[in-house]
């Protein structure tokens, strides 16, 4: 059986239709009215895959569907069903008022805004069940070429890896069992036209200091406020990345050599993002409270929590790399990161929350004790609040003042810390090298992995500049962006046109600095602090039987001989050997396509120079893949060769390559 999604199946010999009458329809209904995008059918099946297969995909669209009716009534009982200054007037006896009503609101304003959001909230609602019902079919479609073509049933599909799926494909195309591909396909292929748009977003978000400002700013407080969000992100792919392509993906001639289209679109981006924003920001503010605030019940102290920002997530997301694959990746880097962090935390911070907790402590012990005594004493009201309302609050701020009270215990020096986040982030700038207890260090650290009410007061903030950003500054540079999309675009026969770091072009994008010998003509096309080469690293170890390139072959070739003579007894130079090679311990464990070594180790030998530590991890732990532990010593020692110039291409064309130390951080 094949998918419905993009024409006439070709039976098997032997095979017969099905039988099933329902099974029978759908197979007919899709193939006439299925789309031919196989770039959208792949996008589906990994959606598909992160749902955790058919009941997750309905599940969550459900209960998706089901948060925006709640929010839509939830504001228009708090907006619009409630007269709040009656209520805030009325003695202890409301019941009496009429306290519910929707005609107390008088001002027309007021009640103009409160229904407009109401009106695009339920349009968006109604856009996302429409879009729910179009897709039924296709799930339906999706879950039997999941079953039957690649045999994966749905129980089974959260237990595998998305490579594995991948590989089913491939390996189906290739033996004549799977209609999806019209070519043949390898699983670069694949992932190329999942991450097409991606891909793109990524080369163009590391260029962008030199292509973009993503920053406002104010001259009164001389400073810059980011604009950077998500709001920011969607309206650059929409006016730059989305009308690339023609139908077959190709670069659209018209887009091309007229960079007035993407000024024009930013320009009508702008204005409807100028006269949305505050339905954005409310909308933004609603799901953010939703979203946290049981977590902030049940752990106050949970508002001093960080995590990783959108700069930082498109900064360490390389290319073909999946979203969920980069979540990984970051929640492995989250426990060093916040040890890193901690360390400078300020004494005076320390002693002051060590202050309020004593103080809000004894509040909180003589509330209880009185509440103990007489529940009633809780009634008496100071200031014109009972005593429960001091007891609420006292409790939250103690919460909070607790986690800021405590010293924490460092086993580890700041570079060991550093080292850590950096084996499973991939970045490691020079600069940082020696200097891992600086402030200076911290303080860009810390614009990457920042509090979580930042983040989303970032995301707030975001709403309101991208109106400018996209009126005023981004069409200044919408011709020397265009360029860019064009000059980082190949064209393959078997996916149309791509990013060219995403195909891992090292003769037009090398980067010396990090063992490639080819150099980019030009600073602009270079890789940034070595994206494709770590993008190369990750996909040959996550894909060690595909072959992409000559010189990305000639690159892997380089780094294993360089790998061999650093250290004999390591496995990685047999994991990370040829295409289509399974030496020592290595294996793939069925189910999974996990590359797999026994114990395996990579041990650097003595201490390097430039400061940098030597390697030893062992990759047998328990609370990680196998290839995760792989990928994460891999990618530790080409910091390390990077860091300490160990790569013979490094002292031969480096030049001034070394992008590192230019990298502005100012627009984090």
């Not at 040959?540 to 072959?553: K, M």
Request: proline share 4%; glycine share 6%.
């Amino acid at each position: 059986m094949s998918s419905p999604f993009l024409g006439p199946a070709r039976p098997m010999p032997g095979e017969e239709l099905p039988s099933d009458d329902l099974t029978s329809l759908l197979l007919q209904e899709s193939t006439s009215l299925a789309p031919s995008d196989l770039d959208n059918y792949l996008t589906e099946l990994y959606n598909y895959y992160t749902n955790s297969g058919f009941h997750g995909t309905i599940t969550n669209s459900i209960l998706d569907l089901t948060s925006l009716a709640f929010l839509w009534f939830l504001f228009l009982f708090l907006a619009l069903g409630v007269d709040w200054a009656q209520l805030s007037a009325c003695a202890p006896n409301c019941e009496n008022h009429s306290l519910l009503t929707f005609n107390s609101h008088s001002n027309f304003l007021y009640v103009f805004m409160a229904w407009s959001f109401l009106l695009v909230l339920g349009g968006f609602f109604a856009w996302r069940l429409l879009s729910f019902g179009l897709r039924f079919k296709q799930l339906i479609a999706m879950h039997n070429f999941v079953s039957n073509d690649l045999g994966i049933k749905d129980r089974e599909i959260a237990t595998v890896d998305f490579s594995f799926i991948v590989q089913k494909l491939v390996e189906n195309d290739a033996s004549g069992k799977c209609t999806v591909f019209r070519e043949k396909h390898s699983e670069l292929d694949v992932l190329s036209r999942i991450m097409r748009r991606d891909n793109y977003w990524i080369a163009l978000h590391d260029a962008r200091d030199t292509l973009m400002r993503s920053w406002v700013a104010v001259p009164i407080l001389d400073k810059r406020i980011s604009g950077m969000s998500s709001t920011l992100e969607t309206a650059i792919r929409t006016a730059f990345i989305e009308p690339m392509f023609t139908y077959d993906f190709r670069l659209d001639e018209n887009f091309i050599t007229g960079p007035q289209i993407a000024r024009g679109r930013l320009k009508w981006i702008g204005a409807v993002c100028l006269v949305f924003a505050p339905f954005i920001a409310c909308y933004v503010i609603i799901r953010a409270i939703a979203k946290n605030i049981d977590i902030l019940r049940r752990d106050p102290a949970s508002a001093g929590t960080k995590a990783w920002t959108l700069q930082a997530r498109s900064l360490f997301r390389e290319y073909n790399e999946l979203p969920h694959e980069l979540d990984k990746r970051l929640t492995r880097a989250k426990p060093s990161a916040d040890a890193y962090v901690d360390k400078f935390v300020s004494a005076w911070v320390v002693v002051v929350a060590r202050f309020l907790s004593f103080v809000l402590g004894c509040i909180v012990a003589v509330l209880l004790a009185m509440g103990l005594a007489n529940e009633e004493m809780l009634e008496i009201k100071v200031a014109g609040r009972n005593l429960i309302w001091f007891l609420g609050v006292s409790g939250t701020a103690l919460a909070v003042a607790r986690r800021f009270s405590t010293t924490p215990v460092h086993t580890k020096p700041p570079a060991e810390d550093i080292q850590d986040v950096a084996k499973d982030t991939h970045f490691l700038p020079k600069r940082w090298l020696g200097k891992e207890h600086a402030w200076e260090t911290y303080s860009e650290f810390n614009r990457l992995y920042t509090y979580s009410l930042y983040n989303t007061l970032q995301e707030v903030i975001g709403v309101f500049v991208t109106p400018y950003l996209c009126l005023i500054e981004l069409p200044k540079q919408a011709s020397s962006i265009v360029a860019f999309l064009q000059n980082c675009t190949v064209h393959r026969d078997s996916v149309g046109c791509v990013c060219s770091f995403a195909d891992f072009r090292f003769d037009r994008h090398g980067n010396p600095r990090y063992g490639s010998k080819h150099r980019a003509a030009k600073r602009m096309q270079a890789s940034e602090d070595g994206k494709m080469e770590k993008s190369f690293l990750s996909f040959n170890l996550r894909y060690p039987q595909c072959q992409a390139n000559d010189a990305a072959e000639e690159y892997r070739r380089d780094f294993v001989t360089h790998l061999k003579a650093d250290s004999d007894t390591s496995p990685m130079a047999s994991t990370y050997g040829p295409p289509g090679t399974q030496s020592g311990s290595v294996s793939h464990v069925a189910g999974t396509g996990i590359g797999e070594v026994g114990g395996s180790r990579l041990i650097g030998q003595g201490a390097s120079a430039g400061g940098y530590p030597s390697l030893s991890f062992q990759s047998n732990q328990p609370s990680m893949s196998l290839f995760e532990a792989e990928a994460r010593a891999a990618h530790h020692k080409l910091l390390q060769y990077h860091a300490t110039g160990a790569l013979p291409a490094q002292n031969t064309r480096a030049g001034d390559m070394d992008e590192e130390e230019d990298r502005v951080f100012g627009g984090l």
